[in-house]
């Protein structure tokens, strides 16, 4: 009973909180249909089109998760000012997110990842992007309504979302780093190999390991090596990040913490479950790991909570934020309460 009000009680502090997102937005076009035989003009399946629809995905997708789980999502970021860029608003205000965030500019355009999906499997992925940095102009703007959000709402966490398509780079993280700790906001990071090496001063910083091999540049680098921990320490002491929570797929979570006696590390197994997509599994991993730093839980609990959520999502085709109830109703089952 008691773990039961626990798990209740946190779900209740999740709807007050204020979650600032910043990163990479980015909308998912579905081609949806099936196929059952090939094109006589080339060996590939010809698909059978039963329906097309548009998801938030990126950082967007990392706010649907958040909203999904009763917060207040601020999404900040920068984009275009064509066709689909006008629809990523659309949809964002159809979603019911605030858009108070996102700057438009003539010199971007959103990505778009147009994925044909036939039997339940994913065929294609054709992406439209454009992924040079911020004009200095535009990165001064995106800094300038961050400030101003922080200054105006009670932010509880700054949340970046890194997908290396040009809105992050070392001296926007620096800035938001400064603008974090003015606050004492906690920061948790998805990053991207490009500025892997520019964060520091992050709560949680969530690499898969793949990530983690190739920002330290040590792609022989193994959990069970000798050369971990300390590789790893050094990095956390270096960046000057408190928590590391890294995702392992089929491994489940590993949550590494660095305090003052050393690492302090556990390994949360993967549940077994029929995979569908793994398309935005990190996501919904740091959505729910932010909400649960910030309700203070332990840092085994949060790796326990955000582990079971990225892999509920898996069982969905497509890029799908976390089902609440789906999430409390396997909670429950998780502690056998």
Partial sequence: MEKLQKIQGIFAQFSRLNILVVGDVMLDDYVVGTASRLSPEAPVPVVDVEKRYVRLGGAANVALNLKALGATPI?????GQNEKDKLFLQTMQEADLPTNGIVQSPDRKITVKHRVLANNVQLLRLDDEQRNALSEQDRQTLMGKIAQL??????????????D???IDAIFIDEIVKVANAKHIPITVDPKKKNFQHYHHA??????FKELKEGLNVVDLQINDNAFVSKIEDFMQQKQHKMLLLTLSENGVMIIENTNKGLKIEQIPAHRRHIA??????DTVLSVATLCLTAQISPKEVAEWSNLAGGIVCEYAGV????????YKELVNLYSI
């Fill in 320 to 327: 799908v934020a976390i089902d609440k109830d789906r999430f």
């Fill in 277 to 282: 997509d793994v398309s935005g599994a990190g």
């Fill in 150 to 163: 922080v200054d105006e709402k009670q932010i509880n966490a700054i949340l970046i979302e890194d997908y």
């Fill in 75 to 79: 999404l900040c970021s920068v984009i």
């Fill in 165 to 167: 398509k040009g809105v």
């Fill in 203 to 208: 709560t949680i910083f969530k690499p898969n």
